[in-house]
């Protein structure tokens, strides 16, 4: 009998999530971590000659069963959870980090990855061999590889607990988001859109209250909310509500974070390294902790004088309109939108008639066909793991050559973490011997469809949709012979530059007209439209700068001070951020900031900004030649796209742009020069 995950006889061996049930994952993990065990007891047995196929190609395929069976509990533990999935992860988690840690803490292991490198010139090896044994090498070394028995022990103790307390973190963020609801009055709704108010009362029905209206955490309620309602009160409770989830509630994440900083830490210097961002930068783009620190100086000097001016216009605003004297944090996206409105002669509420979703998604689709020859076909004989879940087959539209398959999961729910994110159930290269293509997923939290309307997208929905898409793009033109070189598979702050060039797309007129249609009359979105919407798009650019400014800051304050011994984690942030706090402080950003705590953007936060300098720079010269260029699309296809991690992503970029990048690019298309 097929399994319906490793030998899946489905079109390109897709997962049969017919058969794939939440109480059976326990079992189907514990056999192939048995297998994976066995695989790895024969990877570390003596040998009398050193190969490539028994010591790298073996290491590569040690436990691919497992791989494959985790790549869909982790994916459940974010889209779709429930308590088998909660308990097999958080059983899980250490003995993963434990049998990981076998494999790279092993003497024999590392001795044979080490007389590979040490005498590579004697190996016959093409140029994704040698990045992949230099790549492996380093992560042995930084893995406690060169470490006494007395000290791997210890590390291999920090990972184990590590892997304990980061589903934990998450798991408390899940829970206390899903938690809170309000419940409102129709009045408290009233200059909501309308799929927003009806969304309130589908919401409140979901909990078994009918004839009643509640306002989320979840951000499609949540936004809305703080944009448009008059009820200030309310918008002081949700605001609260929101900065406040898993601090000092019973989801509390203070000491989950204390003692994951505390671990890192210790982690670090146990390797030899002076604190966890030393550890993390030596295999980033940006390489030192300096260079990270001198990036965001260099990003605050330029943003916080402008930030500051934002921010004053929008208080000076709404004392001249509602004589608010005491303006809160709670105020600044409701007078920001009115301002927005009122300085562009623009509501961003009248594009939502523009962005249904079915249309914003073939809109991507189309620029994937236009830039890189891509075609998204559904494929509805294949089973997805939920109804709102829809998988199309990507093939070249003038080969017919198969890419792979890529699912879409829009729209919230009680077992979907909140946020978007990509991510794969198979990534693209060798399994079992054979290359195969990638199975791709990007997973959001949209505004759902109501009885009366379809899925209307806001502009910052549409911008996600593509910015996510990017991803996918990255993941499913990789063409690596290894997996764990392959997609998305690079240094983290290289990863954001394919997603993020996406988001340039959406403001450009020839884009939108592709896809920005009414969706009861089907006419393209107006030209003042699009005029008013670029004009308004560097509103408040400034103050964005700066708050992702204080998110990288702390990020990178948290991981490089290792004296951190804070009683009230809701002061030490206030005190971190002082010079660049825009507003009074509430609640915490940490406990709940799963990109550091629950991610994998431990030290790496500034990645994002990092990466805005490469996907501003990459735009202009799309801009120079043409946004759909197809010299320009083929030269970021093949040195970004599909490369993965195969060279150095420096090396990349200039072959894609004859140079490297220039930090000028980001601040002239934020005018801030």
Not at 1 to 11: A, G, Q, R, T
Not at 347 to 362: A, G
Request: glycine share 4%; aromatic share 14%; net charge negative.
């Amino acid at each position: 009998m097929s399994h319906p995950v490793y030998d899946s006889k489905l079109f390109d061996g897709a997962l049969d999530f017919t058969k794939i049930k939440s109480e059976d994952l326990a079992r189907d993990v514990e056999l192939a971590f048995e297998r994976a065990l066995k695989d790895r007891d024969q990877l570390i047995l003596p040998t009398q000659t050193i190969t490539w196929s028994n010591t790298m190609d073996a290491m590569e395929n040690c436990g691919e069963r497992l791989e494959q069976i985790m790549a869909v509990v982790y994916n459940f533990f974010s889209a779709m959870t429930d308590d088998h999935v909660q308990n097999l992860v958080e059983e899980y988690s250490a003995k993963m980090a434990e049998f990981s840690n076998s494999i790279t803490l092993n003497p024999n292991i590392f001795m044979r990855v080490r007389h590979l490198y040490e005498h590579q010139a004697d190996f016959d090896l093409d140029p994704e061999q040698r990045v992949l044994l230099k790549k492996t090498f380093e992560s042995f070394v930084r893995n406690g590889a060169l470490l006494d028995e007395e000290k791997k022990h210890q590390l291999a103790k920090i990972d184990s607990q590590l892997s304990e307390i980061s589903p934990q973190f998450s798991k408390n963020l899940l829970q206390a988001t899903k938690s809170f609801y309000m419940l409102v009055e129709p009045k408290d709704l009233e200059g909501l859109p309308e799929s927003s108010q009806e969304q309130a009362k589908l919401d409140a029905e979901a909990k078994g209250l009918k004839n009643q209206w509640i306002i989320t955490l979840d951000m499609p309620s949540f936004l809305p909310f703080m944009q448009y309602s008059k009820n200030r009160s309310l918008r002081e409770k949700l605001y609260k509500a929101n900065v406040s989830k898993t601090y000092q509630d019973e989801y509390d994440n203070q000491e989950n974070i204390r003692q994951m900083v505390k671990l890192r830490d210790e982690k670090a210097k146990l390797l030899g390294f002076k604190n966890y961002a030393s550890l993390v930068l030596q295999n980033r783009m940006a390489e030192t902790e300096e260079r990270v620190f001198n990036f965001l100086v260099q990003l605050k000097n330029a943003a916080l004088p402008a930030a500051q001016s934002e921010v004053q216009e929008v208080i000076d605003y709404a004392r001249a309109k509602d004589n608010i004297l005491d303006f809160k944090p709670w105020d600044f996206a409701y007078y920001s939108e009115s301002l927005k409105q009122a300085k562009y002669d623009f509501d961003s509420e009248l594009l939502r008639p523009y962005f249904k979703l079915e249309n914003v998604l073939q809109g991507a689709f189309d620029h994937a066909l236009k830039l890189y020859g891509l075609s998204f076909k559904i494929k509805p004989e294949l089973p997805t793991y939920h109804p709102d879940v829809t998988v199309y087959e990507v093939i070249e539209e003038q080969t017919g050559a198969y890419v792979g398959l890529f699912y879409a999961d829009f729209f919230p729910r009680d077992s979907k973490r909140g946020g978007a994110w990509m991510t794969s159930f198979r990534e693209q290269g060798e399994w079992f011997g054979a290359e195969r293509r990638p199975h791709i997923s990007i997973v959001c939290n949209f505004t759902k469809p109501t009885p009366t309307k379809p899925s209307l997208l806001n502009f910052m929905e549409v911008q996600t949709l593509f910015h996510e898409f990017g991803h996918s793009l990255h993941g499913l033109l990789s063409k690596c012979k290894y997996r764990s070189l392959s997609g998305t598979n690079v240094l983290w702050d290289f990863v954001e530059l394919p997603s993020q060039i996406m988001e340039n797309w959406t403001l450009e007129k020839e884009s939108l007209n592709l896809f920005a249609k009414h969706y009861l009359t089907g006419k393209l979105i107006p030209e003042d439209y699009i005029q008013k919407l670029q004009r308004s798009e560097n509103f408040l650019k400034a103050y964005g700068s700066i708050r992702q400014y204080n998110f990288a800051y702390l990020d990178m304050i948290w991981h490089t001070r290792p004296d951190i011994n804070f009683k009230d984690i809701h002061d030490y942030e206030k005190q971190v951020l002082k010079d660049t706090l825009m507003f009074e402080h509430f609640g915490s950003s940490s406990c709940s900031f799963s990109h550091i705590f629950a991610g994998g953007y431990a030290a790496g936060y500034y990645s994002y900004k990092w990466a805005e300098v490469l996907d501003a720079d990459a735009f202009e010269f799309f801009k120079e030649k043409g946004i759909f260029n197809k010299d320009v699309a083929l030269a970021f296809k093949t040195f970004i796209l599909s490369k993965g991690a195969t060279e150095h992503p420096m090396e990349l970029y200039k072959k894609f742009r004859g140079r490297e990048p220039d930090i000028n690019a980001l601040l002239r298309r934020d005018q801030l020069i």
